[in-house]
């Protein structure tokens, strides 16, 4: 039977937790959610102001701006709570705490993380693909040690977690979103559409989470795959576009389906020594619960791809992670 809220259900497949869904429902609860939420806006306008206020529960996810708060009961104790954020690919979340009363008694906190952390090895940005070190990602606050400034996120998601157990604490918060120049990361929580992943020269990995089981195209390339000798292959080279399927945002266990590099128009070279004229359709099957599209630089070149992808209605695979 599947969980009433499509947050608890996602939040855990990720924890690995044993729960028996068919794929194509686990799909469209997803996309309803954000509706619900889109819908939801429209109905609980402040009669008042007009303002848009929306109360938080210990574990949500939220798409649509406004303010949200957030109140413990008359006897307090609400442990482990996490909420988190999401925006468009090329959007990044905007934090602005408007209320804060979180003491720091009793081990309670407020903490921000730059990216989804939901276990040590489900981080997205993963920590190699993101410019922070993991440790800096994290911000903490209590008491009068309060956010003084907008939190503001790398990519296009980002979470809270808090801790708090005094009667009738809580906090308020303004989430907004706006356009990064250079985006990177991202995750998708829609299961079709078009995107480009773009290094824009530097060094490192940009990634394209995807919380679906996906089929993807490639409708233009150009990751120049050589190594220091300057022989053109993808396994060997430092620049290369890397498909993988897993069972989270970003596991370091994801499965490498297959990796290219080349140049549309040019030759196309996939691993296994594959090589193909453009005029050969590329297409991979991601039959995992996340599809995940990697591109890896060493920053000698400016490297983008653009692919698009869809659903995925085939069988998922059984196994999703080395």
Known sequence: MMPQSP???????WLGQSLSAPSKAMQSFKIDN???DLLNRERRSSVDSGDYDYKLNCIDLKYTE??????????GKQTGCNIYFIAEPDEEVVLEFKHFDV???DGENMTFFDGWYVQKDKVFPAVGDHHTPINDRFQFFCGKNTPKSPLVASQNVAQLFFIISKPKAGFSVMFSKQKIRKPCNAVSMTPDGIHTLRNYGNKGNCT????YATRIAINDVNVVGRDEEGYDNCSRGRDVVQFLKADGPASPNSLVVTEVCGDTGNKVKAKGNIEMRWNAHFNVVLNCMHSIVRLVSGGTHDNHVTFEYKAYEGREADICAV
């Not at 947050?7 to 497949?13: D, E, G, R, V, Y």
């Not at 406004?66 to 006897?75: L, P, Q, R, V």
């Not at 394209?208 to 919380?211: D, L």
């Open 103 to 105: 003491p720091c008694e």
């Open 66 to 75: 406004g303010e949200y708060y957030f109140t413990t009961g008359e006897d």
């Open 208 to 211: 394209f989470s995807i919380m």
């Open 7 to 13: 947050i608890l259900f996602l939040l855990a497949c």
């Open 34 to 36: 954000i509706q619900d």
